[in-house]
């Protein structure tokens, strides 16, 4: 039973142009929130993340939003460039847990020219 | 300071063979763990570490068996490859000294593994 879901499997957009990803979870007990990044045949790397104390956190183009009442966060990058293009991977932890992570399935981003 | 390796890149494997993949980090990271990832999957947690000799279970831990004599080296032992096991593995650490050491977990750059 995944505890975090990303919906959208892949998500394409225009150099330029805003991208929205998608994230949503079930376990009210998640405290913590992590975006990750992953090219081809790389690790993930982190990205950005954001306490449930807070509802947005801002790193430069990219900005997460958090909505606990509905269980929802999402990434911004604003502008996307082509080296935006990978797939991005929502995780979420809470605060008794080691920090192990639980992570959506992913969504592959890939910005056009 | 080469962060997280991981040996093989890629290998395959019999059904019923066993094999070991290796983890090692040398930036004296207490917490280190396994990861496989899947097509519509994500990542799941199979085994992590919170230091030389402390090993739990993580989400899928069945078929795989891990031990932490060293702060540096995290192996994953496969005793019997399934086609199951077929997968993307990732090994992480990170320091344990704040909960915002969350954000540098460093994933080394995976293990492709087939079993036939």
């Known amino acids: 039973d995944q505890q975090v879901k990303q919906n959208s499997p892949s998500l394409s957009v225009q150099e330029g142009r805003i991208s929205i990803l998608n994230c949503d979870y079930t376990?009210?007990?998640?405290?913590?929130f992590l975006w990750y990044k992953k090219y081809p045949a790389e690790g993930p790397t982190f990205l950005i993340s954001?306490?449930?104390?807070?509802d947005k956190n801002e790193d430069g183009r990219f900005t997460v939003f958090l909505n606990k009442s509905a269980k929802h966060l999402s990434l911004h990058i604003v502008p996307s460039q082509p080296g935006d293009s990978a797939v991005y991977f929502c995780?979420?932890?809470?605060?008794?847990?080691?920090?192990?992570?639980?992570f959506g399935a992913g969504t592959q981003v890939v910005v056009t020219p | 300071n080469a962060g997280v390796t991981q040996t093989p890149k890629f290998q395959v494997l019999k059904t019923g063979q066993s094999m070991t993949l290796q983890c090692a980090q040398d930036?004296?990271?207490?917490?280190m763990s396994w990861y496989r990832q899947d097509p519509g999957m994500g990542l799941r947690l199979i085994h992590y570490?919170?230091?030389?000799?402390?090993?739990d279970q993580g989400e899928v831990p069945n078929g795989y068996n891990v031990s932490r004599s060293t702060t540096e080296d995290f192996p994953l032992r496969l005793l019997s490859a399934a086609p199951s096991q077929t997968s993307v593995y990732f090994c992480?650490?990170?320091?344990?000294?704040?909960?915002?050491?969350?954000?540098?977990?460093?994933f080394g750059p995976g293990t492709r593994l087939l079993v036939l």
């Open positions: 992480a650490s990170r320091s344990l000294a704040s909960r915002v050491s969350q954000e540098t977990q460093y």
């Open positions: 995780a979420a932890s809470t605060t008794d847990s080691w920090g192990k992570l639980q």
């Open positions: 930036m004296n990271h207490e917490y």
């Open positions: 376990n009210s007990m998640f405290d913590y």
């Open positions: 570490s919170v230091g030389a000799g402390i090993t």
């Open positions: 954001i306490s449930s104390i807070k």
